[in-house]
């Protein structure tokens, strides 16, 4: 049977870790000793990166600041690596392998689609721990690193309920896959549930499969912002990694308002010109899971099993960077009693 925990406390702040990740693209790299001591002379932890790869400005970034906290925490070596277009299980695979081979621990394959390849080059190296985010994988030395996507996503209803002077609302979802179904389910239930029904929510996605370029197209994503837009949509909410650029953009351009995800965008450098219209972004602590597995392997008390971030543990929720979250009437408040509401178990959150 699956051990399964919950966390209690994540051990990087949210806000704290998007501020870390950086706009740089790149491909494969690898770092030496970030910390301000020595080096212990040994490899840490590798992040394989998910479609879109490093400077996506939301998913694979934040893993990446965990990365960063765990290389200058421990001063030793870490890597990151990119993927390649048109990749097969059998690449990643080779790749996860190829880091275990090299000494690397933790071993961590950012995103869903790692989940075959973890399986196999687990079972290869039993010795190394093995992380995936946004997947269960079965295996004695695999970590789970799973969110609860959808209580963030209900916030991010919230406030588009709250925001809205048209009625409409939008979301984009990058691939049309489970994980993503998530995040459009708790996003409608928290504009239905605040707004009582008066609410339109339009949803699109932007393709049937990642290999399509859903999560790695800011023209798809912005083309379908602005047909939302054309339909009468005054806030939209983009789950769609890289493409979510163009969502914003499209935003920023029709001067409605946009929602970020993962990251808090509005403090994002590349971002920058667009930040005025991204009210506020739907949290997830990827980089803090990256570094909590980290850390359990340097303390020598690895993880293992399914670890669940919600909000109950700060591993997901909304930004407030923007100064215009607290001046929309009813905003703060309403999400605020939503969340304490789905902490204590008041609001049962959908996920599809």
């Not at 972004?281 to 971030?309: I, N, R, W």
Request: with cysteine; net charge negative.
């Amino acid at each position: 049977m699956r051990r399964i925990s919950k966390l209690t406390r994540v051990a990087v702040g949210v806000a704290s870790l998007a501020l870390a990740a950086t706009a740089c693209g790149g491909t494969s790299s690898e770092s030496g000793n970030g910390g301000d001591g020595e080096s212990k002379g040994t490899k840490g932890l590798a992040i394989a990166y998910d479609i879109g790869g490093k400077g996506d400005q939301s998913f694979n970034d934040a893993a990446y600041a965990g990365l960063q906290k765990a290389e200058k925490e421990f001063g030793y070596k870490t890597a990151d690596i990119e993927p390649t277009e048109g990749e097969t299980d059998a690449d990643k695979q080779q790749r996860l392998e190829s880091l275990a081979k090299q000494g690397y621990n933790p071993v961590v394959g950012v995103g869903f689609a790692y989940g075959p390849a973890m399986e196999a080059a687990s079972k290869k190296f039993p010795k190394t721990t093995f992380g995936i985010v946004d997947s269960v994988v079965e295996g004695d030395n695999v970590a789970s690193l799973v969110f609860a996507e959808e209580q963030a996503s209900y916030l991010a209803g919230v406030a588009a309920a709250k925001a809205t002077k048209s009625n409409t609302v939008g979301f984009v979802g990058g691939v049309d896959i489970p994980l993503i179904h998530k995040f459009e389910a708790g996003y409608k239930q928290g504009v239905q549930d605040t707004s009582g029904g008066k609410v339109k929510v339009i949803s699109q996605y932007l393709t049937q499969t990642a290999e399509e370029g859903g999560f790695s197209s800011p023209d798809k994503g912005k083309a379908a912002a602005e047909g939302q837009i054309e339909k009468g949509a005054d806030v939209l909410y983009a789950a769609a990694g890289l493409s979510g650029q163009g969502v914003i953009e499209a935003a920023a351009k029709a001067k409605v308002w946009a929602i970020g995800v993962d990251s808090d965008q509005y403090k994002q450098e590349a971002l920058a010109a667009y930040k005025g219209s991204i009210l506020t972004s739907a949290l997830k602590d990827v980089g803090g899971a990256v570094y909590t597995l980290a850390k359990s392997v340097e303390d020598g008390k690895p993880l293992t099993g399914v670890q669940t971030f919600d909000l109950k543990v700060n591993g997901v929720g909304l930004a407030e960077s923007n100064p215009e979250f607290a001046k929309i009437a009813g905003l703060s408040d309403a999400v605020a009693k939503a969340k304490q509401e789905i902490i204590d178990g008041k609001i049962k959150v959908k996920t599809e």
